[in-house]
């Protein structure tokens, strides 16, 4: 059985100008330890899917849809019920998250703090399972004392980590991970993530906007574009054989580790993605696309199947592509 189940998630945010659609009808699923990737340009609505999915978004977000962890639906589980829920299930290691942490507490109180709030330890088992967590993220275990500005970005963020494990949760919610950290310690980070969940069987949801990094740490990717999901499958074969434009444009063009310039827009893809309050009509993409047929503008998309265990929503998975007006003028006659 899937341990998460999204069934058409829509995210909505009141702003005083009006709603801004963030997350538009995402249907995804993810077995008991599996990662998924999910990737897409700044703005398609990555974070806020992935706050969604433990109710961490702020009072004017609407969200609707299904959001199932094991089997109960998350977005009408009672308060308390949530609580428990929220790391002991799940836990999030969030966007720039090694700035979250208190600056002026001790990083042992704070690894410790999880497992005492939930009763899932007494002081003396806390200071055991902090000391464990600790040489399990490759801190020694004095590194405890010490306080956050003691601590390099690196370090910071595998203390992060360390508080996410610290309840053994089912499934980690990374977003960006390790966006701010530099490229060594990216990769080092990378690494032990991918040897935690593997070694303690956790499934992942790691959101990024490297589609190369996810390739290489999930075992299934989504691509996000204005709130949709418009392709999914199996992570190698999205990488090296997209079937959307949009996710072959991500991967032909996936951007430089470490340049700024490169987060914003990838490289050989024409034009901005759309305002979320103006979406295209059609196909969100169709203005940006270079296979667009002139019906993309008007006709309504799916994610339509496109080979084994993937889904893609762009008409040229169809057998049968072109409509009547996409046809030049007298052809068929
Ligand atoms: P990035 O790669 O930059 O982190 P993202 O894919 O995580 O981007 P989100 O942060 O989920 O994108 O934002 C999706 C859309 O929702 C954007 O148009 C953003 O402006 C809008 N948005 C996000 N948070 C709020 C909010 N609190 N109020 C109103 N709109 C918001
Ligand atoms: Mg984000």
Redesign the pocket.
């Known amino acids: 059985m899937s341990l998460l189940q999204l069934r058409d998630v829509s995210v909505t ?1 009141r ?1 005083a100008s009006g709603e ?1 659609p ?1 997350v538009r009808g995402v249907s995804l699923d993810l077995a008991a330890g599996q990662a998924l990737g999910v990737a ?10 992935a706050m969604a999915l433990l109710r961490l978004l ?1 009072r ?2 609407r969200v609707t849809g299904e959001i199932l962890l094991d089997g109960e639906d998350v977005l009408t589980m009672k308060w308390g019920r949530l609580r428990a829920v929220r790391w002991a299930s799940a836990s999030v290691v969030f ?1 720039g998250a090694q700035h979250a942490l208190n600056p002026v507490r001790r990083i042992d109180e704070q690894i410790a703090e999880p497992l005492l709030v939930h009763g899932k330890a007494t002081a003396a088992q806390a200071r055991r399972r902090v000391a464990e967590l600790l040489e399990q993220v490759g801190l020694p275990a004095w590194r405890g004392r010490n306080y956050p500005h003691e601590l390099s970005g690196g370090q910071r963020q595998r203390v992060m980590i360390a508080m996410a494990l610290a309840c053994s949760p089912r499934l980690i919610i990374a ?2 991970p390790t966006t701010a950290l530099d490229v060594m310690i990216q990769a080092q980070v990378l690494t032990l993530i991918r040897s935690l969940i593997a070694e303690h069987g956790i499934s992942m949801i790691m ?1 990024s ?1 490297d589609l190369s990094v996810l390739a290489s740490m999930c075992d299934r990717l989504a691509v ?1 574009y204005a ?1 949709q999901v418009v392709e999914h499958g199996p992570s190698r074969e999205v990488f090296a054989d997209a079937r959307h434009p949009y996710s072959r444009a991500l991967s032909a063009a996936f951007p430089t580790v470490g340049d700024p310039a490169s ?1 914003l827009s990838p490289r050989g893809l024409a034009g901005d993605p759309p305002d ?1 309050m103006h979406l295209p009509s059609g196909c969100s993409f169709h203005p940006r696309c270079d296979v667009a047929l002139p019906s993309c503008a008007s006709r309504p998309i799916e994610l339509w199947p496109a080979g084994e265990g993937r889904r893609a929503a762009c008409v040229h998975v169809l057998p049968d592509p072109a409509l009547p007006e996409d046809l030049p003028a007298g052809s068929g006659e």
């Open positions: 945010y702003v801004v963030a897409g340009e700044s703005g398609s609505g990555k974070s806020t899917l702020p004017d977000a966007q977003d960006e959101i906007h996000m709130g987060r979320p």
